[in-house]
């Protein structure tokens, strides 16, 4: 199933200011996880080989929760549209914030195991 993002053009360009660096983007990133009443959230990175020369430091970052996921009948309307205000303590950009660290950005929902 093919899913595209929509934007709201007059809050877009506080996106683009909100995030000039990756510690800030992780930042957003983990109080979404806070919002969603997490009690556990972890972050795992894997680094680029030494071998392979890359200006980047990491391939991969994952910040994995146990907090309330969005049901599937709001996905759209709460992840897909970028920059809305559906939420009631935020602005609805977070998730953008990954854009500020990669180009690829997975969303999945699982339970979180912790070993």
């Known amino acids: 199933m093919k899913k595209t993002f929509k934007t709201n053009g007059k809050l877009l360009s506080q996106v683009f200011s909100s995030y000039s660096n990756t510690f800030d983007a992780l930042c957003e990133l983990i109080n979404n996880s806070i919002q969603a ?21 990491f391939t991969e970052y994952r910040i994995i929760d146990d907090g309330e996921g969005v049901s599937l009948s709001e996905f759209d309307r709460k992840i897909l549209e970028i920059a809305t205000d559906v ?13 500020q660290i990669g180009s690829i950005v997975t ?9």
Request: aromatic share 6%; no cysteine.
């Open 87 to 99: 939420k009631d303590d935020g602005k609805g950009i977070g998730r953008f914030a990954a854009f």
């Open 107 to 115: 969303l999945t929902q699982q339970p979180m195991m912790i070993k």
């Open 37 to 57: 009443k997490s009690k556990e959230i972890r972050i795992e990175v894997d680094l680029v080989d030494d071998d392979e020369p890359s200006p980047y430091l």
